[in-house]
């Protein structure tokens, strides 16, 4: 199979996303429909109490079993091991990863797509940082503290992309394989390892602008926790690759 023909397959990780999961497979439906483009979606719920694995259930009888796949697990267990778990049953030759609450449109997917087939790569990453990319309804905090962070890796780690810490990307499939494997950090550091090793592992990496748009239901999950955790992260990395 080339890969003008391949099978692409959505890794959804969900914790409380009832509201969201709807719009958002109906649009991720919608935009590889139109583009002609073969796909399934395997969402990956971590036990949530609000009733994500009932949406997602009406949502498979809708689309069928083929384009929506049921992996739940019984509590949350972390966005690496979603992974793993969801990289096990997926078909598709590449994997694409995004966030289940709107802040990724799928309208951007057929140009990663598009991307990685033209120059041969092995990563496409959605970034907020370069283009015509960028953020809507972040306050300032937030936007100094992702622009900090990002800074600092560029400065201390040489990632080789313009945003490491986004979570909107589309990976050859064995590339993510071998890249969850090798990784160790959890929570909001876990991305950016995944594109710091991939450098070094000298995997060829593409961007494509993405406009991030801020949770539309639920809360944000950047906190204080996650800035101490993110610095140590950083800190470990540049001491180990």
């Not at 810490?165 to 589309?170: A, I, N, V, Y």
């Not at 450098?199 to 999950?221: A, N, Q």
Request: aromatic content about 10%.
């Amino acid at each position: 199979m080339g890969e003008d023909d391949a099978m692409y397959t959505v890794l959804l990780p969900t914790y409380n996303e009832r509201e969201n999961l709807p719009i958002i497979v109906w649009l991720l439906v919608k935009y590889f429909t139109d583009a002609k483009v073969e796909f399934e979606i395997i969402v990956i719920d971590d036990g949530s109490p609000d009733g994500t694995l009932e949406a997602a259930e009406q949502l498979q009888r809708i689309y069928g079993e083929e384009r929506i796949v049921l992996r739940p697990r019984a509590k949350k267990l972390g966005l690496g091991t979603a992974y793993i778990h969801g990289l096990k049953h997926a078909r598709g030759q590449f994997i694409i990863i995004m966030d289940a609450d709107l802040s990724h449109h799928p309208k951007f997917i057929p140009r990663m797509i598009a991307l990685q087939q033209k120059d041969n790569l092995d990563i496409v990453t959605g970034t907020r940082y370069s283009g015509d990319g960028g953020v809507s309804g972040w306050d300032l905090r937030r936007k100094l503290i992702s622009r900090g962070a990002n800074y600092l890796t560029q400065v201390l780690l040489q990632p080789g992309a313009s945003d490491v810490t986004g979570s909107f990307r589309l990976y050859r499939r064995d590339v993510l394989r071998r890249l969850v494997d090798s990784c160790v950090s959890k929570g909001y550091v876990f991305q950016m390892e995944m594109i710091v090793r991939a450098t070094r592992l000298g995997y060829r990496i593409g961007e494509v602008p993405i406009s991030f748009v801020d949770r539309v239901y639920g809360e944000s999950k950047l906190g204080g926790s996650e800035i101490v955790n993110f610095t140590k992260g950083l800190l470990y990395l540049f001491a180990t690759t």
